[in-house]
């Protein structure tokens, strides 16, 4: 059975694109491999996690996947045809409304009656062929999913389209974010007398625990120490080029943010920026020690925080 990806998410079907991005956030930090080490059933809840957010976040891909299911998701898939085929069948059957589009309506319908359902099939899925003269296989959509640093840099991966096939080497290319397709040429379905159609993948990015990605920009809280905060410092911040040193100013507080330009994403002959926000961490640990310096801090805090404060 199709997995329901709202229900993955925890959220109602009628929910808002800032409850969904905060119901994914809670569940990948979570369910995330790196706090799961080898447990493939943790992995493969991520992974579902991950393939429902990407779904429910893009207003395009949700759209067909509340009209069609899941798919209405498939490469090449055509709506037009397909609500042709709905509208067509409803005599003879009663409408399902959303998500009611299903693969054995199609095959079920084409059996004897001489509808044409078959060659509605190849339109709705962009396959539709003449006959009696070779015709090239079509293509085959698959995900392949990456982890975030790997999407940044570029990998190669060895893959098995089928099993008892031979493996695919896939270039994931710098910089490719989720979503994003790569075409394998000749590693579709074979043709009818003409060549095969083309391996379509869609890279799915899992996400990091630290960096958020917004386009070819990374964003990163980075905690400092009070002393670090008061007195300026130097740290090291890690960045996809390697670590670079970054200059905390004297008097930083939480949340001011910093920008250091071209440590992004790379993508092609773009290069996106690294923002950074200093997030001032206070210790943990209680002591008379500790309490004596925060008064002595009180004290000297002759200003009022809050008075630019309005609403």
């Known amino acids: 059975m199709a997995a329901d990806f709202y229900s993955e998410l925890g959220v109602e079907k009628g929910a808002d694109a800032e409850q969904i991005k905060k119901a994914y956030r809670k569940l990948a930090a979570k369910l995330h491999p790196d706090r799961h080490p080898g447990d493939k059933k ?5 992974k579902s996690v991950n393939r429902a957010y990407q779904v429910l976040s893009d207003p395009k891909q949700r759209k067909l996947y509340d009209e069609f299911g899941e798919e209405g998701l498939r490469e090449g898939f055509n709506p037009n045809a397909a609500r042709a085929y709905q509208r067509a069948s409803r005599g003879g059957a009663r409408g399902r409304g959303a998500q009611g589009f299903s693969l054995d309506d199609i095959l079920s319908g084409g059996s004897g009656n001489g509808g044409g359902f078959g060659d509605l099939f190849g339109d709705i899925f962009g396959q539709g062929r003449g006959r009696g003269r070779p015709s090239r296989g079509s293509d085959v959509a698959a995900e392949v999913t990456v982890d975030f640093v790997s999407a940044i840099r570029g990998a190669s991966l060895s893959l098995r389209v089928q099993e008892g096939g031979e493996d695919v ?69 890690p960045t996809p080029d390697g670590e670079v040193s970054l200059s905390v100013p004297k008097h930083a507080n939480s949340g001011k943010v910093v920008r250091l ?48 404060i309005r609403f």
């Open 169 to 237: 080497t896939v270039r994931v290319p710098p910089g490719a974010g989720d979503g994003d397709k790569v075409r394998v040429a000749g590693h579709g379905s074979p043709g009818a007398g003409g060549k095969p159609g083309d391996l379509v993948l869609t890279i799915r990015v899992t996400p990091h625990p630290v960096f958020e990605r917004r386009g070819l920009d990374l964003h990163l809280d980075l905690p400092i120490t009070v002393g670090e905060a008061y007195r300026g410092a130097k740290v090291r911040v």
């Open 42 to 46: 943790m992995e493969a809840r991520f």
């Open 261 to 308: 330009s071209k440590k992004g994403v790379r993508r092609g002959a773009q290069h996106g920026d690294l923002y950074v926000r200093f997030m001032v961490m206070l210790p943990e640990l209680e002591s008379d020690e500790l309490e004596r310096a925060v008064d002595s801090l009180q004290a000297a805090t002759i200003t009022d925080v809050r008075a630019a």
